[in-house]
Nanobody, 115 residues
Framework: QVQLVESGGGLVQPGGSLRLSCAASGTIFSINVMGWYRQAPGKERELVATWGSGGTTNYADSVKGRFTISRDNAKNTVYLQMNSLKSEDTAVYYC?????????WGQGTQVTVSS
């Protein structure tokens, strides 16, 4: 079984920064994809950024240039550095891991961007 535990959410003013972390535990294979999705109230869950085990990254257009995903394979941990935050970034952010044709999700961490 796989568990994903997120941390780092909170309240930040527009233009501010936050860093999210997600630690994976359990049976983690070397070939996988980890990343972040988010869901705002009344909207569908959407991709934010992913990092494949081969080093390939993928970002939503709305966060390119502002968010950076990184990964520590030794710790099975993925990070999301969020800069220049906007009110429209307010959402619950979910950690994601996909391996061996199965997807796993964290419990979510709230990010609120407000003055």
């Amino acid at each position: 079984q796989v568990q994903l535990v997120e941390s780092g959410g909170g309240l930040v003013q527009p233009g501010g920064s936050l860093r999210l972390s997600c630690a994976a535990s359990g049976t983690i294979f070397s070939i996988n994809v980890m990343g972040w999705y988010r869901q705002a109230p009344g909207k569908e869950r959407e991709l934010v950024a992913t990092w494949g085990s081969g080093g390939t990254t993928n970002y939503a257009d709305s966060v390119k240039g502002r968010f950076t995903i990184s990964r520590d394979n030794a710790k099975n941990t993925v990070y999301l550095q969020m800069n220049s935050l906007k009110s429209e970034d307010t959402a619950v952010y979910y950690c994601y891991l996909r391996q061996v044709l199965r997807s796993y999700w964290g419990q979510g961490t709230q990010v609120t961007v407000s003055s």
